[in-house]
T-cell receptor, first 115, second 115 residues
Framework: DVKVTQSSRYLVKRTGEKVFLECVQD?????MFWYRQDPGLGLRLIYF???????EKGDIPEGYSVSREKKERFSLILESASTNQTSMYLC??????????????FGPGTRLTVL | AQTVTQSQPEMSVQEAETVTLSCTYD???????LFWYKQPPSRQMILVIR??????QNATENRFSVNFQKAAKSFSLKISDSQLGDTAMYFC????????????FGQGTELSVKP
């Protein structure tokens, strides 16, 4: 079974705090993704990574950064949390597409509340 | 830019009946993939069904089938013999061959199956 795990299901932080969301996959996947999910907006891509130490901006990278020091781990960092970053955060991973498509496997999500 | 639109925020269906969820998309690409993902309450997102644009035959997976109309850029999901376990948020998603597996999601449709 493919497994994508996220460090917390629920998280409450205060405005201005630095927040780390961790994601780990156990399938040796090259690609990893961070999305945020908001009602009425679906999932929007924040950042993605095709390889270790590599990162690319998605559609809404402002206010976020990422780190991928090991193949299995992809971290999302909120440098200074703000209330408009209250959301559900989903991590996903997939194998290298190679001209086709490999299914993305999702973690359970982290519901972050910023007070 | 590619976009995916789901115009039905909520739908309901009686158990054992059939329901169709709508999705339209916009792209200038000719080679792409379309997907339906299911997110049950408090559970992980899973892939339900996918369709390669070059295939004319509509994809089916057990009780789930799609109606892919390439010229109309329409991709609807039909669920036959609805079961209580089908209650979930359903997302339509798109990727093209050049996006390295990045997905663009619609807004989601919340489906309730009633006993």
């Amino acid at each position: 079974d493919v497994k994508v795990t996220q460090s917390s299901r629920y998280l409450v932080k205060r405005t201005g705090e630095k927040v780390f969301l961790e994601c780990v996959q156990d399938m040796d996947h090259e690609n990893m993704f961070w999305y945020r999910q908001d009602p009425g907006l679906g999932l929007r891509l924040i950042y993605f990574s095709y390889d270790v130490k590599m990162k690319e901006k998605g559609d809404i990278p402002e206010g976020y950064s990422v780190s991928r020091e090991k193949k299995e781990r992809f971290s999302l960092i909120l440098e200074s949390a703000s209330t408009n970053q209250t959301s559900m955060y989903l991590c996903a991973s997939s194998g290298r597409a190679g001209g086709g498509y490999n299914e993305q496997f999702f973690g359970p999500g982290t519901r972050l509340t910023v007070l | 830019a590619q976009t995916v639109t789901q115009s039905q925020p909520e739908m309901s269906v009686q158990e054992a009946e059939t329901v169709t969820l709508s999705c339209t998309y916009d792209t200038s690409e000719n080679n792409y993939y379309l997907f339906w993902y299911k997110q049950p309450p408090s559970r992980q997102m899973i892939l339900v069904i996918r369709q390669e644009a070059y295939k004319q035959q509509n994809a089916t997976e057990n009780r789930f089938s799609v109606n892919f109309q390439k010229a109309a850029k329409s991709f609807s999901l039909k669920i036959s013999d609805s079961q209580l376990g089908d209650t979930a948020m359903y997302f339509c998603a798109f990727t093209n061959y050049n996006q390295g597996g990045k997905l663009i999601f619609g807004q989601g449709t919340e489906l309730s199956v009633k006993p």
